[in-house]
């Protein structure tokens, strides 16, 4: 297993751990800046943290396929609009309410929209990131499988339910949908990206190789409290309301909640191989 070391560290790591400090200082001092803006100046500063680590092992984005990052984080944007589209029904049924999460603090327009953007570039980055980054632990934790070719038919049928799954929250809104929204693009992109020839979490296994679907789902349960607990001290944030042990929260997030974390980051995963991937990309 690659090991990291402290000295051969890129210099933008350091850039990286000065910007989270600097976001949390700004936060606590009361600052308007700090208090709009603590989590995605955090998040910027862990994606140059992540990457700065993995520069150490030769892996970084930053420095091989910087343009590839930016479009990592455009499609982060498409995608995180995708997910607000679902909680938001009232943006395309008039009057619909918000059904799962809920943002207090933010600023006016159009410095909203400005907040929004930089917030959901940072999420596929971040999240995608740490999972290559963790990622040769979890090929020495897991090792490998024997494998197996799963049949086509079972393919577009996984990608059948993704996809009934995937409009029912939009046919019917409810706040009993939360967990189908972050299964149904997976069901539904996965297997598709598996018959295009996409990487894909199916292809992994098919082949036996454990290392990159164990770390797509480790990176889910790290970056779960890290996400809520900048989340939790700053002042534009977010709440939730689910109907499952709503009220057993850590942080702002009900308990139950984090194992959505996990899911959401092979979601993620997914929606990039659909829209960008290729067999030598990214985590691999």
Known sequence: MNRLRLRSWAWWSWAGIATVAAAIALDAAGTRFGRLYLTPMAWTGLILLFDGWLDATGRSWLRNRPGRLAIMAAVSVASWCLFELYDRPRFWRPGGPELWWHYHGLPPWPERGFGYLWSFATITPAVLLLAELVRPWAAWAFGRG???RAPRELLWGLAATGGVMAA????????????DVWIAWILLLDPLNRLRGRPSVIADLERGERARPAALLL?????????????????ARWTYTVPFAGSIKLFEMPVLGYLGFAPFVIECFAIWSFLTGRQDDFPG
Not at 172 to 179: L, R, V
Not at 219 to 235: D, K, M, Q, R, T
Request: proline letters at 12%; a neutral charge.
């Open 219 to 235: 990176a889910g349960l790290i970056a779960g409290p890290i996400w809520e607990s900048l989340n939790w001290i700053a002042g």
């Open 146 to 148: 024997k494998g197996g």
């Open 168 to 179: 029912l929250p939009l046919l019917w809104p409810s706040p009993y949908f939360a967990a």
